[in-house]
């Protein structure tokens, strides 16, 4: 069963370092999401690309956060220099178009941890 | 503004129990809500999702959900717990108007007892 795959499952970091993960959606899955779930609440929407295109990233931390999925396949999610606060599970989601009624596929997440 | 409420934080149950787990919803129109669960360390697997049509649906592992569109919500139902059933459980809105990016609940933490 084709799954969504991400990397590093666990990362450890210092603050003021740069982190990135990696994300590989569903084969043929045009939109990719990438939301961050601190402990203890649900997740919440980071950026969503259309193919390549960023569709929403308003609630992305743009002056350390930034993301791209350049050929409209795989994604990199980077923040640079991260601080204590980015410490959450970071995960991956993609679906066959941006429709609510289309469902999402989770990936693992990758957990950080920010010292 | 787009919301899921999920009033408990744990529930715990013995097993073979029934279980409802409960969320509410602030959406201005028609809205498609969806389960998911959450183990340990783990990403989300939808148990369930409504769009339209009846109101009750089934979803995977013996789940169940009803939406009742008069009081906002889409509470979660099974009636016989089994342990592995203990995990994370997240309510969630698609915003269809917004990419289809979903909204969650806080979630609900579920332990089942022997």
């Known amino acids: 069963e084709a799954e969504v795959a991400q990397s590093p499952r666990y990362k450890i970091t210092e603050k003021s370092q740069a982190v990135a993960f990696w994300c590989d959606p569903i084969?043929?899955?045009?939109?990719l999401y990438w939301y961050r779930q601190i402990l203890g609440q649900g997740p919440e929407l980071l950026v969503q690309?259309?193919?390549?295109?960023?569709?929403?990233d308003s609630q992305l931390p743009k002056d350390r956060f930034s993301a791209e999925r350049l050929k409209g396949v795989d994604s990199t999610l980077k923040i640079q220099p991260a601080e204590l606060g980015d410490s959450a599970m970071y995960l991956c989601?993609?679906?066959?178009?941006?429709?609510?009624?289309?469902?999402?596929?989770f990936g693992p997440g990758t957990r950080l941890t920010v010292l | 503004a787009q919301s899921v409420t999920q009033p408990d934080i744990h529930i715990t149950v013995s097993e073979g129990a029934s279980l409802e787990l409960r969320c509410n919803y602030s959406?201005?129109?028609?809205?498609?809500l969806f389960w998911y669960v959450q183990s340990p360390g783990q990403g989300l697997q939808l148990l369930l999702k409504?769009?339209?049509?009846?109101?009750l649906v089934q979803g995977i592992k013996g789940f169940e959900a009803e939406f009742k569109r008069s009081q906002s919500s889409f509470n979660l139902r099974k009636p016989s717990v089994h342990w592995s059933d203990a995990a994370e459980y997240f309510c969630?809105?698609?915003?269809?108007?917004?990419?289809?990016?979903?909204?969650f609940g806080q979630g609900t933490e579920l332990s089942v007892k022997p």
């Open positions: 409504y769009f339209s049509g009846d109101t």
């Open positions: 959406y201005g129109a028609t809205p498609y």
């Open positions: 690309f259309q193919d390549e295109s960023v569709v929403d």
């Open positions: 084969s043929g899955h045009a939109t």
């Open positions: 969630a809105v698609g915003i269809y108007n917004q990419g289809g990016k979903l909204i």
């Open positions: 989601a993609s679906s066959w178009d941006p429709g609510s009624d289309n469902e999402q596929f």
